[in-house]
């Protein structure tokens, strides 16, 4: 019988590879597997108690808040605010980034961004819906956060994760040295390690992407559609369309199986509909540790300059050869866009 490793045991093993650190990082991250599970608790009886539905209330990027948007953004943040590693978070449904200036918090060294729960109009419809987080060292000395310590690239994250509520409910991580999936056992209330090590697949047959938005796609997009739709034994072509509408989910899929998942700039969004600090650059750091590749057709997500706390980007993202397929077509529609 396999030895049963919960994450708290694994974070606090894998303290050793950061020969600085005090154990800041591996509390917050304790701290954020413990918000995960009340969620998930609630998530798993969204249909039962009355947090279906609307909140009533509409967050910055005017999107209407479901109710357990509301109450795993109120999670996280109580969790981060009580642990004390954190001192600033930058939340989809925040306007603002939050300074938390408590005594414990206010010099800590940690700021946490985060999507509480992406892909939540699936809610009502029990299909899976994720969390996703990313973590920076803060910039600023002391004092009160600045747009300094938010406004940062992804490449400077130290770490960053996503849960996954589905048919079971799973933390994935990296702090930069390879990428581990946990999986809840609700019988003993912990997160035991399921998916040491993971890697993506460096090709797949899996494209995730709304093609409901196919006339308004870049010439290089749909140029990668039809390729991805042409008859081509050699290369199991065509391949299999299978997009959930929660990113998450259709990254997590393409994590274990291969795939590729792609947001192009659309007439609806003009910049991309993914965010940039908490959605976008977390994954891409993740899958980019797991062998993949992400980018926004032309350069690498981890690099983009972020200017703007709901910064949008277009992403393309998955298997390694599936991108580079991807961005070879791009390339022949549009010149090199100079790095922004
Ligand atoms: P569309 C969910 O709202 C989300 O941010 C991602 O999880 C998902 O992949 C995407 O938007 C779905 O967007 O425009 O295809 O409904």
Excluded: W
Aim: a neutral charge; aromatic letters at 8%; glycine letters at 10%.
């Amino acid at each position: 019988m396999q030895s049963i490793k919960t994450l708290g045991q694994f974070i606090i093993e894998k303290q050793a590879d950061f020969p600085y650190a005090k154990g800041e990082l591996s509390r917050l991250l304790r701290d954020i597997g413990i918000a995960s599970k009340i969620v998930n608790r609630e998530v798993n009886k969204a249909g039962l108690a009355d947090i279906l539905g609307d909140a009533g209330s509409i967050n910055i990027q005017g999107e209407g808040q479901k109710k357990l948007d509301v109450y795993a953004n109120e999670q996280f943040i109580t969790a981060l605010k009580s642990g004390g590693e954190c001192c600033v978070v930058v939340s989809e449904e925040n306007d603002e980034y939050i300074y938390i200036d408590s005594e414990i918090s206010k010099n800590a060294k940690y700021v946490v961004a985060i999507d509480p729960l992406d892909g939540s109009s699936n809610i009502d419809v029990n299909v899976g819906v994720g969390t996703v987080f990313s973590i920076f060292r803060r910039k600023s000395k002391s004092g009160a956060a600045t747009m300094e310590d938010v406004l940062q690239r992804g490449v400077e994250q130290v770490a960053a994760g996503y849960v996954i509520y589905g048919s079971s409910t799973m933390l994935v991580y990296t702090t930069g040295k390879g990428v581990n999936g946990f999986t809840l056992d609700p019988s003993i209330g912990e997160f035991c390690l399921s998916h040491p090590d993971m890697k993506i697949p460096k090709d797949g047959v899996i494209y995730s992407i709304n093609e409901g938005y196919y006339a308004h796609f870049p010439d290089g997009i749909k140029k990668y559609i039809k390729f991805c739709q042409v008859e081509d034994e050699k290369t199991s072509r065509p391949y299999t369309s299978r997009y959930t509408g929660s990113m998450v989910a259709d990254l997590h899929r393409n994590m274990i199986k291969g795939g590729i998942f792609l947001y192009p700039i659309t007439a609806k969004s003009p910049k991309g509909k993914l965010r940039l600090i908490y959605e976008c650059n977390p994954m891409a750091f993740i899958i980019e540790q797991a062998g993949g590749k992400a980018s926004d057709g032309y350069n690498r997500i981890l690099e983009l300059e972020v200017t703007e706390l709901h910064q949008r980007s277009a992403i393309i993202i998955g298997s390694e050869n599936m991108v580079l397929k991807a961005e070879e077509m791009m390339a022949c529609f549009s010149p090199q866009v100079t790095k922004k």
